[in-house]
């Protein structure tokens, strides 16, 4: 399912980190902590009724304050606004409405999207509290009436979520189709790649209007296939940005990272590999994403017969999770090798969705134990019954040994080695190996 984003909006105080702890702390919501990725808790995956969104949470709103911080926060909010699919509008019963609420209700409704009103901090059950209907001054249609602290109406909140929640529209996708997100921080050139892209050899080029993810999506096919390129810009950052704007950057090409089944990371030549791509690309790599590095603006790079290896070398040393990516080298402006990237992505996009026999499998690992003999703990050995495919993008695989514990990373490594170098590298595709006991169920 496409996975829609839900914000949480309103002035400060009025439980907004409560309300979204609550959700993503309890069996309400179903997330995942991946390891090995540094996730900002401004955002979380969670599942409501079947159904994936993101949950943003934002600072308080506090429009006219001339506050360096309180405007940051506003600008924070802003850009949550423009993410959102849904937005919660959440207040506090016991304050009333305030002139900041009114006034974050008229900035809300020119967003023109779907509003969910809470009132919180309703502590009491029962009789309907007589403060509730002052709320629908604000125009915003029935309040709900919630205690975050105590999850009292969270449930039907969220129930309203999930009514305003816009169609999944992955059903009855075409699937020769390849949906390749440009991802990376602002100002790389991923508009100028997509620009150059539509603007040279196209055939058929089709703008899909009508998405609220804030994420321009563009048909495009020509002799090497078809695609949907999904373009994360949108957020520009003046000069030196505070980490909280690169916060919602992130937010952005994590949304479209969800929809795509090739990511390309580009990097700025001149500026290399910074924290905020290793970020992105680690959002890229835990979601199984086939990937591609495309180091943009090398025409502006000088360069000797080293430049190209050395820069290579630096990428994987800053992104070692990453060595199975390829690097291209390309200018947007100039069209500097952009062709080549087609065959890229194709290739990458095989080796993702790549299905493997399971016969095929063991005598991989037959070969593969008696090269390097499993690892040994005080006496007892691993052993590796059998391995078979669990599924596909990224291709993943589940082994059966007689103990996990004796099942060490760096046994895992080896195997993944071991299936790369069977398959041609697996270029571009994470590879994810499933440890189960014998006896546990597939």
Known sequence: MSKASVAIIGRPNVGKSTFFNYIVGKRISIVENTPGVTRDR??????WRGRNFTLIDTGGIELGSTDTITVQMKNQADMAIELADVIIFLTDIKQGVTQTDKDIALMLKKSKKPIILVCNKSDSYGKVPDELYEFYNLGLGNPYEISAANAKGIGDVLDAVFEKLPPDTDENEDDTVIKVAMIGKPNVGKSSLINKILGENRLIVSDISGTTRDAIDSEFENE??????IDTAGIRRKSKV????EKYSVIRSLLAIERADVCVLMLDAKEGVTAQDAKIAGEAHEAGKGIIIAVNKWDEIEKDNQTTENYKKEIYNKLSYLSYAPVIFISAKTGQRVNKLYELINEVANQNALRVATSVLNDILSEAVTIVQP???KGKRLKIFYMTQAGTKPPTFVVFVN???????????YLINQIRKEFGGLIGTPVRIIVREKGEKE
Request: negative net charge.
């Open 242 to 245: 505070d980490d909280n704007l």
């Open 42 to 47: 401004v955002y979380a995956d969670a599942t």
């Open 224 to 229: 090497f296939g078809k695609y949907v390129f």
């Open 375 to 377: 690892p040994t703990d």
């Open 403 to 413: 103990s996990k514990e004796l099942f060490h990373f760096s046994y895992e490594r």
